[in-house]
């Protein structure tokens, strides 16, 4: 009985040493990307709260980690590409990180001197950053 288990342990770690990594498993930039998602979502709903300022900078402190996270690594995309239109990728990948952490700076002054409707445009400004380099690079 020890005997099969051991057997099917090691049969099994055999197999997934074998295994390629799935194609469906999330690069470590589309890692990233969830985390800056993840503040997003939370930003959306709590950017008008001023009860929830100390939370909401917490939240853009976390997503700039991610930003910052992000820049040395290469999105799944990129993985295709070779020579001129790797460079054009990923220079325009690095263009549209620094504009988020860019747009992130401004948000965290607004949501810091408690500029509601400011915070709010900057919020919406990152929404369209988000669609602008996602059509591009995604
Ligand atoms: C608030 C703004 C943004 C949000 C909420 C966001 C969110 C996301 C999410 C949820 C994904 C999908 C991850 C997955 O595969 O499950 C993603 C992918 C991606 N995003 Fe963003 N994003 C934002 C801004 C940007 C900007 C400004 C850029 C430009 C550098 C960018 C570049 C990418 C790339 C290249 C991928 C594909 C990563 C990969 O598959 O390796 N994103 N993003």
Redesign the pocket.
């Known amino acids: 009985m020890k005997l099969a288990h051991l057997f099917l342990a090691s049969a099994l770690t055999f197999i997934s040493a074998l295994m390629p990594i799935s194609a469906e498993e999330?690069?470590?930039?589309?890692?990233q990307?969830?985390h800056?998602?993840k503040?997003?979502?939370t930003l959306s709903t709590q950017i008008s709260d001023p009860t929830k300022k100390e939370s909401s900078l917490k939240t853009i402190d976390a997503?700039l980690l991610a930003v910052n996270a992000?820049k040395p690594?290469?999105?799944?995309?990129?993985g295709e590409l070779k020579g001129d239109s790797l460079k054009t990728y990923m220079r325009?990948?690095?263009?549209?990180?620094s504009?988020?952490e860019a747009s992130l700076q401004d948000l965290k002054k607004a949501v810091a001197a408690g500029d509601t409707s400011a915070a709010q445009n900057l919020l919406s400004a990152?929404?369209k950053?988000?669609k602008?380099?996602?059509s591009?690079?995604?």
């Open positions: 999330d690069s470590p930039a589309a890692i990307m969830k800056i998602g503040g997003f979502k997503m992000s690594l290469i999105p799944a995309p990129a325009e990948y690095a263009k549209g990180l504009e988020l990152i929404n950053l988000k602008t380099y996602h591009d690079l995604r």
